[in-house]
């Protein structure tokens, strides 16, 4: 069997017994908790906690998984043996309070012994035992299943069951949640299969754990306690590629004895394919018993699967919007591509070589996740840029490696490995590598003091959650009468139900409100809450975490004013109309934005972020470059072709497994199990909470005023809509008329008029130079008189009157021409800085004069810094007025 028929045999034989089949989720986690989705569950999460309905009893599915990062990384770890991978398939099946133990652990038996005729004989289970301390009871169910299965089978039951404590056999979700006991099957591939068992989960090459069965029947509460759970679930796990490779290994359960590689597996022939003709070498399928002293064939090899592995991790991952970058989730996807860059060069491949492993990565995978294929040209662009970036850092560190090399070292220290891992990408088993081929050792230890570290300031930036599942018991959110104009345009009646105090700040809830509380990015409304005479002004409006909307209040003017008289009160709430109508535009243009975008610069565009106030908007999103301002000019074309053509704008509640299929939805994105659609004109449909216009004509205008880069793969646009975007314009036009008044031509002559004056002033700014060039010519003989003789060389130290560093330089190197065989060291100060350049001839550099050094020297005397190579080399520092001074002495030091 090809890998491509164990995935859909393996979905066939699942829809044949009832599952749905769904597609694989993004790898773009919902739970703030995970870097990456890193396992099958992660996206039925809200079905098992009872968030949401699950919209079918049973599901099956393959889930692209990265484990890189975080509690599950696998990264270092990845092209030393056959089985570590960052992206990897998880094949699954799922109930969801449906079928339990019994049916789960009878087909897991068919499909491998029947449909994929696995040798049953060499196939070992285990079941869950608690230990000392560990939760819950012996799975005595689970045990009995598997002894039918197996006595119907032939097989003594006592020999092929196994029981494995908390570490092996009780899935978690995280501290707390949903979990319950586990049954693994292993695959005894020893060459005679006689191991009896003794290899299970003893990280043995010969012994492969392929299926794990997960029985959630509890929750794990934040006390330690672990509560049955109303209804129970299952959740499996099977490694695709793991399947996979065990049967290529195998040559179909016909040769045993070989270590088993995934990598042996056809999905990742293309790969190789491409690697070997870029290369010139072939994959050999070897496997370092250990990481020290490989020999040039087991590092290709290990150089192969690492390029292999990387570039479905970097191509999966891009497709689904998530582009390398300086923080989080985007930074872990730059190290894992600088590691395969660095990787390549093992394998002499030229630069820009791995963009072009995009094209097989996308052949072997672009037919189970089509985003691969509609997004390929996005995915070669990152990668391709991303790649010519390092490729010069990669320079950087490989300087640093060899000073190291020629100062005499015996080792690189923690820090000196950390800075090179942390800063110029070098992969710690990379470092340990070129160290070794040089006799130095790699201090490991420091390594991972540093590592340490960094994590723990990662963990303190982490979000954090605690899972539980969901009951009656939660507090009553307030009702938001807010979304249609005639709720909030006018002073709504409601009771005020509790009055809070936070220091010298006074919070209202009310029964229900019109005021939007601040989320989403949308800001708070304001307003003024009337009771009995008084207006309390409301300066803000947040929600807390039981969805209570909280009214922050001012004072009223009345000395006797008791807060307690609010309690139960009838008041009547009314919404500052302007401010809000103008946040409404704004909100509205952010829909109509990120249509354009996507128009304009590809579906992988995604928000990352938005703010959403009275006066403005910014709105952040995943893309890989600057947006040029001929793709600016055109999103806002299409932008205007929307709000002219005042389409409605309509919004409906619907269940989120119901919501249509356009409507946009990221994960990353937490939804409840019912969300909020808006849509414009059919053309744009969002999930959002927001408020909105009740049609695209009255946002009047939006105008972009800033595109910047905020991070590594995500960009920001600052725009204006409505009376905003209307000041803004006028004051440009102001501006512009202002200039072409002082110019006495008309507006649209104002262009023409800036570029001849440019024109102008750069031609005066030559000839300026050339007069300076000709009288630093016409100086050069009389400089060079004044130079002091050293033996036979001539040595000479001058201020000369020019503006900048460049002019220095151009000006330097000629006065050395004219000096012959010696040392020049010229100076100009300007601006509050003095400038420094050096030049030595070869017989200079010959007698020990090296432009690098005295630089060094003579900037630290000044101050500042500087240096270069043994020729040429320049600095600076701060002028303190002796320059002419530093330069004398240092002529004078030399001897006529």
Known sequence: MTSNEFRQSFLDFFASKGHTIVPSAPLLPSSPNLLFTNAGMNQFVPYFLGDRPAPYPRAADTQKCIRAGGKHNDLDDVGYDGYHHTLFEMLGNWSFGDYFKKEAIEWAWELLTEVWKFPKERLYVTVYQPGEGDPAEFDHEAHGYWSAVLEKAGLDPAKHILTGGKKDNFWMMGDTGPCGPCSEVHIDLTENGDSKGRLVNADSPHCIEIWNLVFIQFNAEPDGSFVPLKAKHVDTGMGFERVAGIWATTEGFTRYGEATSNYNADVFAPIFEKIAALSGHTYGRTLPETRKNL??????????????????????????????????????????????????????????????????????????????????????????????????????????????????????????????????????????????????????????????????RARAAQKKEIIRVADDEDGHATPFVGFDRLSWSAP???????????????????????????????????????????????????????????????????????????????????????????????????????????????????????YVGPDRLRFDFAHYEAVTPAQIAEIERLCAEKILANDPVRWFEVPFEEKPADVLAFFGEKYGSVVRVVDMGGWSKELCGGTHVDATGEIGQLKIVAESAIAGGTRRIEALAGEAARQWTDQRLRILETIAGGFSVRAEEVPQRVDDLRERLQQSERERKRLLAEAAASRAGDLAAQARNAGSLKILATLLPVDSPNALREQGAKLLKELGEGVLVVGTAAEGKASLAAFASPAAIAAGHKAGDIIRDLTAQLGGRGGGKPDFAMGGGPDNGKLADLLAAWQNSFAS
């Open 295 to 456: 020999d040039a064939a087991a590092m290709r090899d290990v150089a192969f699967r690492v390029l292999a592995d990387h570039i479905r991790t970097l191509s999966c991952s891009i497709a689904d919007g998530i582009l390398p970058g300086n923080e989080g989730r985007n930074y872990v996807l730059r190290r894992i591509l600088r590691r395969a860059v660095m990787y390549g060069r093992r394998l002499d491949l030229p630069a820009g070589f791995f963009s072009e492993l995009v094209a097989p990565a996308v052949a072997s995978l672009g037919h189970v996740f089509p985003e691969l294929r509609e997004r390929e040209t996005v995915i070669r662009k990152v990668i391709a840029g991303e790649e010519a970036a390092f490729d010069r850092t990669i320079d950087r560190g490989l300087a640093i490696l060899h000073r190291l090399f020629d100062s005499g070292a015996t080792a690189i220290s923690g820090e000196q490995a950390f800075e090179l891992y942390d800063t110029y990408g070098f992969p710690l088993d990379l470092t340990e590598i070129i160290a070794g081929e040089k006799g130095l050792s790699v201090d490991k230890a420091g390594f991972e003091k540093h590592m340490e570290a960094q994590r723990e």
């Open 492 to 610: 709504q009646r409601t009771r005020v139900l509790h009055v809070a105090t936070s220091g010298e700040d006074h919070f209202l809830t009310l029964e229900r409100t019109p005021f939007y509380a601040e989320m989403g990015g949308q800001v708070g409304d304001t307003g003024e809450i009337h009771f009995q005479g008084l207006a309390l002004p409301v300066i803000d409006t947040v929600k807390d975490s039981a969805g209570r909307f909280l009214h922050k209040v001012g004072t009223p003017a009345k000395a006797d004013f008791a807060w307690a008289e609010l309690e139960g009160a009838e008041v009547d709430a009314t919404v500052a109309i302007d401010r809000r109508l103008a946040i409404q535009r704004h909100h509205s243009a952010t829909h109509i934005l990120h249509w354009a975008l996507r128009k304009v610069l590809g579906t992988h565009v995604r928000q990352a972020g938005s």
